[in-house]
């Protein structure tokens, strides 16, 4: 009924830069948050930033000042401007959406979950 779809994500060097996209389709009413999350190996996965539907945002004290978190609602997409990359922003990075499924109207609020796109941060 819903699908997200991640792009972006690749191997950098430290201080490069890299954009993920994360776009939403299928029976969607509204779209509530939407959010980055990120899991490196052997950890738990960790928010890195929000941004609510009124464009409000909120960053990890890790990515402050280098990464910037925004959305397109008619596109229906996220997007996550990593900036000033250190190794240690090497992980999966994940979209997550919270949104009312439905049509003409709403039937239920979910979170959705994107596939994970790798970031890696390596010279």
């Known amino acids: 009924q819903v699908q997200l779809v991640e792009s972006g994500g690749g191997l950098v060097q430290p201080g490069g830069s890299l954009r993920l996209s994360c776009a939403a389709s299928g029976r969607i009413f509204s779209i509530n948050r939407m959010a980055w999350y990120r899991q490196a190996p052997g950890k738990q996965r960790d928010l890195v930033a929000t941004?609510?539907?009124?464009?409000?945002?909120n960053y990890a004290d890790s990515v402050k000042g280098r990464f910037t978190i925004s959305r397109d609602n008619p596109k229906r997409t996220v997007y996550l401007q990593m900036n000033s990359l250190k190794p240690e922003d090497t992980a999966v990075y994940y979209c997550?959406?919270?949104?009312?499924?439905?049509?003409?109207?709403?039937?239920?609020?979910?979170?959705?979950w994107g596939q994970g796109t790798q970031v890696t941060v390596s010279s």
């Open positions: 997550n959406v919270n949104l009312w499924v439905g049509v003409a109207t709403p039937s239920y609020e979910k979170d959705y």
């Open positions: 941004i609510t539907s009124g464009g409000r945002t």
